[in-house]
């Protein structure tokens, strides 16, 4: 079983930036996905970030050239850093995270995105 603790959450201004952080339990070092999703209150939830171990990141439009995937394996950390935010990125966010077989999710952890 793999625990997986989000962080870095809050509220912030339109504009601003975010860092939310995704630690694991164990070594990241050989996971075969790494991905953030997010919730809006009355929406489905839905992909904002995906990567694979073969280095393919696949970003949600909503979300190109604003939102960055990356990791960190001394630390078995994956991050989010998010930039130019805006009201609409306002949701519940996931990591998700693939070791072996086997999909984890992260806890959530609430971004709000005042105008």
């Known amino acids: 079983q793999v625990q997986l603790v989000e962080s870095g959450g809050g509220l912030v201004q339109a504009g601003g930036s975010l860092r939310l952080s995704c630690a694991a339990s164990?070594?990241?070092?050989?996971?075969?996905?790494m991905g953030w999703y997010r919730q809006a209150p009355g929406k489905q939830r839905e992909l904002v970030v995906g990567?694979?171990?073969?280095?393919?990141?696949n970003y949600a439009d909503s979300v190109k050239g604003r939102f960055t995937i990356s990791r960190d394996n001394a630390k078995n950390t994956v991050y989010l850093q998010m930039n130019s935010l805006k009201p609409e990125d306002t949701a519940v966010y996931y990591c998700?995270?693939?070791?072996?077989?086997?999909?984890?999710w992260g806890q959530g952890t609430q971004v709000t995105v005042s105008s």
């Open positions: 998700n995270l693939r070791f072996g077989d086997n999909y984890y």
């Open positions: 164990r070594s990241i070092f050989n996971i075969r996905y």
């Open positions: 990567s694979t171990s073969g280095a393919i990141t």
